[in-house]
């Protein structure tokens, strides 16, 4: 994981192509990496070195998750 050594970097994601799971690593105010997980089709995703927010359902638009799962929302 040297990504992790790169000084500018304060936050990265991985989403889950198959499930709704998205997790968020972000540096804490101690300079450690912190997980933040989203499972929830109704949770936002918030992204805080662009100052943005961005809801799952709109993460999963158009995908074989929402088509498969058939969320309401």
Same mark, same amino acid.
């Given at each position: 994981?040297?990504?992790?050594?790169?000084?500018? $970097?304060?936050?990265?994601?991985?989403?889950?192509? $198959?499930?709704?799971?998205? %997790?968020?690593?972000?540096?804490?105010?101690?300079?450690?990496? %912190?997980?933040?997980?989203?499972?929830?089709?109704?949770?936002? !995703?918030?992204?805080?070195?662009?100052?943005?927010?961005?809801? !799952?359902? %709109?993460?999963? $638009?158009?995908?074989?998750?929402?088509?498969?799962?058939?969320?309401?929302?």
């Amino acid at each position: 994981m040297l990504y992790r050594s790169i000084p500018t $970097l304060q936050e990265y994601f991985f989403v889950d192509s $198959l499930s709704v799971h998205v %997790e968020a690593w972000y540096i804490n105010e101690k300079g450690n990496w %912190e997980l933040r997980e989203y499972k929830s089709i109704n949770d936002t !995703l918030n992204i805080s070195t662009i100052n943005t927010a961005i809801p !799952l359902q %709109e993460i999963c $638009l158009d995908t074989k998750i929402m088509t498969e799962n058939s969320f309401k929302y």
